[in-house]
């Protein structure tokens, strides 16, 4: 089993960038597929970005693709979500999720973090 803490979030201006952390303890981190899912108020779960065991693969929202990337250190057991050219709409609580399925199956995530907060204004 594995625990997950987020952080990096806060109040950026559109057009500005922020890099949500993840990191995980409790079970080797490299058998785990990491993603980022996140929800605004009203609104369904989106599930924003997933990478490989490796970081190898990786998966996008067609709406991030080009503004978002996804990595991971292995050696630090973390996760990142670099967020560029924010909008917006992508104010949500983004959280951090694992899963030991594939990494682009979104209801296979099944540990997830307790989420932060990303405000973009306009």
């Known amino acids: 089993q594995v625990q997950l803490v987020e952080s990096g979030g806060g109040l950026v201006q559109a057009g500005g960038s922020l890099r949500l952390s993840c990191t995980a303890s409790?079970?080797?981190?490299?058998?785990?597929?990491m993603g980022w899912f996140r929800q605004a108020p009203g609104t369904e779960r989106e599930f924003v970005a997933g990478i490989s065991g490796s970081g190898r693969s990786t998966y996008y929202l067609d709406s991030v693709k080009g503004r978002f990337t996804i990595s991971r250190d292995n050696a630090q057991n973390r996760v990142y979500l670099q967020m560029d050219s924010l909008k917006p709409e992508d104010t949500a609580v983004y959280y951090c999720a694992a899963t030991r399925a594939t990494y682009y199956i979104e209801n296979g995530y099944n540990y997830w973090g307790q989420g932060t907060q990303v405000t973009v204004s306009s």
């Open positions: 409790g079970d080797t981190f490299r058998n785990y597929a």
